[in-house]
């Protein structure tokens, strides 16, 4: 059994979070992550305070394992999610898209540990002086919003940087990534583009189908020039989005309009063309369906016998 103090910090029995993915991690993949053993997550993204409390309240019945929420902060209705987060206890807080520091204290005093996703070492210092419990070094490889370094640089200069465990993210898909975080000194790893492909998980199929037949160079960072770069799957909006954002002619307003609703379009209507398909470069390592419990124990199986094949290099 793969056991690592994430488990113990987290009360989890697999080092396995699932990302907090807007439109995809709902409380049916959130659930269906707990009770397999991993950690789940709903994206609280840019839900109101009541949606939010729905979504974890329909967690509490599928589930009674400790499950997460993630806090996008950008989210217009962030204030909202956060006091929602202390009134109904939550155990984990995730977050991304900014600087949690100011929603720290009170998510600490209702019991909640904070674990923020990091793009660099000082903002892990930063979060660590504040208490977090945990941080997410998550690297350029990953689906979504992402930073500047990949995952093989940023997790070790993170783990060297602070006290507090790391968790490694961006790229990681199969037990070969679990094995390779652990060696870096992380004591667990986020998958979010392995998750999307979950039986449990209620994006459209179209997504899934788009995922299991990706190829390495199948994924596209556009949103540079907005200061917000973001990882998804080729296709026509997509390569619509880079050759919009390389004319001058095109403004930052009307490129920020072009991408409204395009997220939404994938995950719920399976929009081929115009959709906004986040993923991660590791799309090309999933090759089938599988339910949370099987992704898992496949997951940990695969670093089982990767760190017990590592003597043959000593």
Known sequence: ????????????EHPILQGGMAWVADAHLAA????????????????NGAQLRQQIHL????????????????SPYVEEAAAVICEEK???VTTGAGNPTRFMAAWKEAGCKVIPVVPSAALAKMVERRGAAAVIAEGGESGGHI???????????VCDAVSIPVIAAGGIADGRGLAAALMLGACGVQMGTRFIVADECTAHDNFKEKIIAAKDID???????????????KNDFSRKFAEMEYDMSVSNEELEQY???ALRRAVVDGDLQGGSFLCGECAGLVKERMSCRQIIED????????????????
């Open 1 to 12: 059994m793969l056991k690592t103090k994430l488990c113990e910090l987290l009360d989890i």
């Open 32 to 47: 269906a992550v707990s009770n397999a053993g991993g950690l789940g997550i709903i994206a609280a993204m840019n839900a």
């Open 59 to 74: 967690a509490k019945e599928m589930t009674n394992k400790p499950f997460g929420v993630n806090v996008m902060l950008m």
């Open 90 to 92: 939550i155990p984990v």
């Open 147 to 157: 930073g500047e370094l990949n995952t093989m640089a940023l997790v070790p200069q």
């Open 219 to 233: 994924t596209i960072v556009t949103g540079k020039r907005l200061g917000h770069p973001c990882r998804a799957l």
């Open 259 to 261: 991408g409204v609703g």
């Open 299 to 314: 997951v940990v199986n695969g670093a089982q016998r990767a760190l017990g094949g590592a003597s043959q290099w000593l």
